[in-house]
T-cell receptor, first 114, second 114 residues
Framework: NAGVTQTPKFQVLKTGQSMTLQCAQD?????MSWYRQDPGMGLRLIHY???????DQGEVPNGYNVSRSTTEDFPLRLLSAAPSQTSVYFC?????????????FGPGTRLTVL | GESVGLHLPTLSVQEGDNSIINCAYS??????FIWYKQESGKGPQFIID?????DKRQGQRVTVLLNKTVKHLSLQIAATQPGDSAVYFC?????????????FGTGTKLQVIP
């Protein structure tokens, strides 16, 4: 199993540009989530999904959209990038998303918005 | 490399000594408390978790202690090794509706001195 994979590893955008961060898992996990990590602030939950067709907002959802058309994929879309979205983005998955389920994280995407 | 280590409290430990990393949490209703390890340039990796109805749990070389009275969590690493050098995050799972919604702390950098 590849686990959780993310592409791209690095991305530079100009303010106002749009892009999609890709996330895929091959563990047949129902629950997937997106976090952003800023220096000194730990990880903050952006959006999560408990299964195909179901998504919900996390702590910092503004400026981001998600959809979940398949169990394997959970892309994160930035519609109009802003410098405040410069961060490292991590995707994670767990089996059913129950409180005791272990979350597995991808390697991250480092995004810079100029 | 990662800039996540900036502004983080740092614990320096001699190789072979025991390490204790502390964390305060805020949500009395959290079901699970989790420790993650994050090496430079990688995503967080699950180490150990503890349910709210327990006060101690042991794994391989690691022990987590939970004190609900003072909302305190600690991670003890026995016989610390150079490979233990990383940033350690505590996290609490305060999800509603039966699904996990994990809130991360800001992290502690563990530096192992050979």
């Amino acid at each position: 199993n590849a686990g959780v994979t993310q592409t791209p590893k690095f991305q530079v955008l100009k303010t106002g540009q749009s892009m999609t961060l890709q996330c895929a898992q091959d563990m047949n996990h129902e629950y997937m989530s997106w976090y952003r990590q800023d220096p000194g602030m730990g990880l903050r939950l952006i959006h999560y999904s408990v299964g195909a067709g179901i998504t919900d907002q996390g702590e910092v959802p503004n400026g981001y959209n998600v959809s979940r058309s398949t169990t394997e994929d959970f892309p994160l879309r930035l519609l109009s990038a802003a410098p405040s979205q410069t961060s490292v983005y991590f995707c994670a998955s767990s089996y059913l998303g129950r409180p005791g389920d272990t979350q597995y994280f991808g390697p991250g995407t480092r995004l810079t918005v100029l | 490399g990662e800039s996540v280590g900036l502004h983080l409290p740092t614990l320096s430990v001699q190789e072979g000594d025991n390490s204790i990393i502390n964390c305060a949490y805020s949500n009395s209703a959290s079901d699970y408390f989790i420790w993650y390890k994050q090496e430079s340039g990688k995503g967080p990796q699950f180490i150990i978790d503890i349910r709210s109805n327990m006060d101690k749990r042991q794994g391989q070389r690691v022990t987590v202690l939970l004190n609900k009275t003072v909302k305190h969590l600690s991670l003890q690493i026995a016989a610390t090794q150079p490979g233990d050098s990383a940033v350690y995050f505590c996290a609490e799972n305060g999800g509603t509706g039966g699904y996990q919604k994990v809130t991360f702390g800001t992290g502690t950098k563990l530096q192992v001195i050979p």
